[in-house]
């Protein structure tokens, strides 16, 4: 456990504090990766492999190279010296399985879309225009893309969540029981921000990488192992982010292929890509899940089984916990899981929102849904009977578990109980009208971050750390609690992050950057607590001088007594008797695994549905979502997570699906256009619950993280929502008009 005092005063944790970065943001000042500039700026397109699988046989450059602009086409054939063993392509978050793709290393082609050469011109248009001129024959090999082609050749390589007692023999004893097969196609993350990365040259080898990253000492140790450079040679800045939800969690190749520019060139290098070459960067995997209940008369689950198929590339084995999460969620004494992998030849599979949860969850909700349906018992009433105030999988108490109280708050809110259990029963004029629910969980997650402060004598602080800020609040949330820790206003608070240079950074993901960093803050500030003591009571007729550091805080710009307030010295005057102009320290939050406590999030989603009988379109008119998710550090920023991620719910429910043209190996609609997201028009009423969660345990903010919690469980509440307007079960998404036309 870290040791990190609490701050005495807060009066700003747990507000809705605007962000400090929204001026920014809005005013044009924020700068993302494609918008740096540079002298002598060249720019690259991306030449895109045509076949799904197969080798390049020869690449004619020559006529793209006499267009006038044209500084270069890199390929395979001409690239800089490239690393040759799969460990120096393995990123922080890479599988374990497997080895990585290479961009431009060698003749292979691995799937279509694959970046194949790289053309480097004195302006984007000529770059862009001469990617059509590069000449790439190819031997073609047979290629197979589709998970229904592949289940029965599907492997397990992860053991998942432990089984526990005979689930087979509970399951055929069973009194009621529900077993079908739920799909969720792939999706794509469609981040509003293209990836992009400029690279600087200076001359003496050494690079500054401006890049779409959601980690950027990720990307500086994954180029300085592909490119055999020194840490001081690459520097990776990523200031501000327009949306990653996983997608630029691993390098992307993007950058890769800038830096090779920037270093074959030795020039400064810009490469945005397009829209459609975002589709071949990771995607949601398609996932076939099994999920069979077997449940007594009253209620209770007597087994529980839940076997996932998703597709994974053929070079790398990408996967998440889908499973797991059936038996740890609900009591039951025997449960079941099974992982497999089909290996089919697109493009590794990558983390997206709540990867494994937002997936497996659906199902699982979907079928105590249909549970509930055979046990003519109400949904709600059945997740009750079924509650668990323990890790069921670990059989250990959590650190805390508010869910009761989001099914409570989340009902009373949406009006449940007026709920008409038979489908089809409710109507708005020609609409029929679904009411369905489902819980979320997900993890909360805390990992080893490192924070500088340097607090000046004016009262100014900079709080630095290379995390990232991917739109979730970061600047922000930082910003809060260095002002409570330190006992300074907000505005005297300046956060910096998104540099490769600053203090220890892991990816922003998992949700765990606001609980790890925040405690890398509380503790840093715990330094400058301890010197600035020092300082305060060395003061001649010191107030101070017989206090104990343990009474002492910073509050209000003073170090004072705890105890007795009227003994106080300000936070200038111990700087200026101790001759200091500055303070910095610079700590870290170090979390031990906790293997004591189970730590989650966890939600209650209600969502209704409204239905036209005679056309079937469906409109979610009102989402509730109430989640417990420990302490709130800005009820703003949160709320924005969970209606974004009530957003994405929709769009998963309704809309999402990534379309392969199996005969070609190739992503159909990598398109804003055919790649259906909710629209304003889609969104209705979302209210978003935040269910107080005290938790002493899992760290002394009693901070969880929103990022993911959100969208688990959206899908099945709207989904379950629909069968009771319809009586139609949709078991595989998106529901479209087509399956679901009552
Ligand atoms: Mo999130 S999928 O961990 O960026």
């Known amino acids: 456990m870290p040791s990190a005092a609490k701050p005495v005063v807060s009066p700003y944790i747990g507000t809705a504090t605007s962000r400090v970065d929204g001026h920014a943001k809005v005013t044009g000042a924020a700068k993302y990766a494609g918008e740096f500039n540079a002298p002598g700026l060249a720019y690259g397109a991306v030449v895109c492999a045509t076949i799904a699988k197969g080798r390049i046989t020869a690449i004619d450059p020559s006529e793209a190279l006499r267009v ?78 589709d998970l229904a082609a592949e289940r029965g050749k599907a492997v397990a390589v992860e053991k998942p969540a432990k089984p526990r007692g005979k689930a087979e023999q509970a399951l055929a004893a069973a009194a009621v029981r529900h077993e079908a097969e739920y799909y969720i196609p792939i999706e794509h993350h469609n981040p509003m921000e293209l990836f992009a990365s400029t690279v600087t040259w200076a001359g003496d080898g050494k690079l500054t990488v401006y890049d779409k990253t959601q980690g950027v000492q990720n990307v500086q140790h994954y180029l300085c192992n592909v490119f055999k450079l020194k840490p001081e040679q690459v520097r990776v800045v990523s200031p501000f982010m327009g ?118 969850v659906y199902a699982l909700e979907c079928a105590m849904d249909e549970l509930a349906v055979a046990l003519k018992l ?102 809060q609690v260095a002002a409570d820790m330190l006992g300074l206003p907000l505005d005297n608070v300046t956060v910096k992050l998104g540099d490769s240079t600053l203090p220890l950074a892991q990816v922003e993901g998992g949700s765990w950057t606001a609980a790890s960093v925040s405690h890398a803050i509380a503790n840093t500030a715990d330094l400058i607590r301890k010197e600035l003591w020092r300082l305060a009571k060395g003061m001649p007729q010191s107030p101070l001088a017989k206090t104990k550091l343990g009474d002492v805080t910073l509050a209000h710009g003073r170090v004072a007594s705890e105890s007795d307030a009227g003994k106080a010295v300000s936070i200038a005057d111990a700087m200026r008797h101790g001759g200091l102009e500055r303070i910095a320290q610079e700590g870290k939050a170090n979390f031990k695994a906790l293997k004591s406590h ?81 629209v304003n028009a889609d969104v209705h009423d979302i209210e978003v619950i935040f269910v107080d969660e005290p938790d002493e345990v899992i760290n002394p903010l009693g901070i969880k993280g929103v990022g993911e919690i959100g969208i688990v469980g959206v899908a099945a509440a709207i989904a379950n929502a629909i069968y009771h307007a319809t009586g139609k079960r949709v078991r595989d998404l998106p529901i479209t008009l087509d399956k679901s036309r009552p």
Not at 118 to 138: G, N, P, Q, S
Not at 384 to 400: A, F, H, K, V
Not at 409 to 421: I, L
Not at 644 to 671: P, Q, Y
């Open 68 to 145: 006038p602009g044209v500084i270069a086409v890199l390929t395979h054939e001409n690239r800089p010296v490239m690393a040759k063993t799969d460990k120096a392509y393995r990123d922080d978050v890479a599988p374990e399985g497997g080895a990585p793709f290479r961009p431009l290393f060698d003749a292979d082609v691995k799937f279509s879309g694959q970046p194949v050469a790289l053309v480097i011109a004195e302006e984007w248009e000529v770059a862009r225009f001469a990617t059509m001129l590069v000449r790439i024959d190819y031997a073609a090999a047979n290629f197979v893309t």
């Open 243 to 360: 949306g990653g939800f996983g997608s630029g969690l691993r390098p992307q190749y993007q950058v890769a292929l800038a830096a090779m520019a920037a270093l074959a060139t030795k020039r400064a290098v810009r490469l945005v890509l397009t829209r459609q070459q975002m589709y071949q960067l990771g995607y949601r995997p398609a996932t076939i899940e099994r999920v069979a209940l077997g449940a007594s008369r009253n209620g209770t689950l007597e087994a529980v089984i839940h076997e996932a198929i998703a597709v994974t590339s053929r070079y790398e084995d990408f996967s998440r916990n889908d499973t797991g999460w059936s038996g740890q969620l609900y009591k039951s004494p025997h449960a079941k899981y099974e992982h497999r992998l089909a290996r089919v030849d697109l493009p590794t599979p990558a983390d997206m929102r709540a990867p494994g949860a937002t997936t497996g």
């Open 378 to 479: 109400d949904p709600l009433e059945l997740r009750l009977r079924c509650y668990s105030d323990r890790d069921q999988n670990e059989d250990l108490p959590y650190t805390s578990k508010a869910l009761r109280e989001c099914y409570r708050q989340g009902a009373e809110a949406f009006g449940w109980d007026k709920r008409n259990p038979r489908p089809r029963s409710m109507r708005d004029g020609s609409e029929l009208v679904g009411w369905g629910m489902a819980t979320g969980i997900w993890e909360a997650l805390q990992m080893q971050f490192a924070v500088r402060i340097v607090l000046t004598a004016n009262g100014h602080a900079e709080v630095s750390c290379a995390a990232s800020d991917i739109g979730t609040g970061t600047y922000t949330i930082m910003a």
């Open 598 to 678: 189970a730590h989650n999030t966890h939600s209650a989603i209600f969502a209704e549905v409204k239905i036209d009988e005679e056309i079937g379109v469906i409109r979610v008119t009102r989402v509730v979502n109430a989640v417990a998710a420990g302490r709130i550090l800005n009820t703003k920023t949160a709320r924005s997570q969970i209606l974004g991620s009530v957003v994405w719910g929709i769009g998963m429910a309704l809309h999402e699906e990534t379309l392969v043209d199996h005969k070609f190996g190739r992503m159909m609609n990598a398109n804003l256009a055919e790649y259906h997201v909710p």
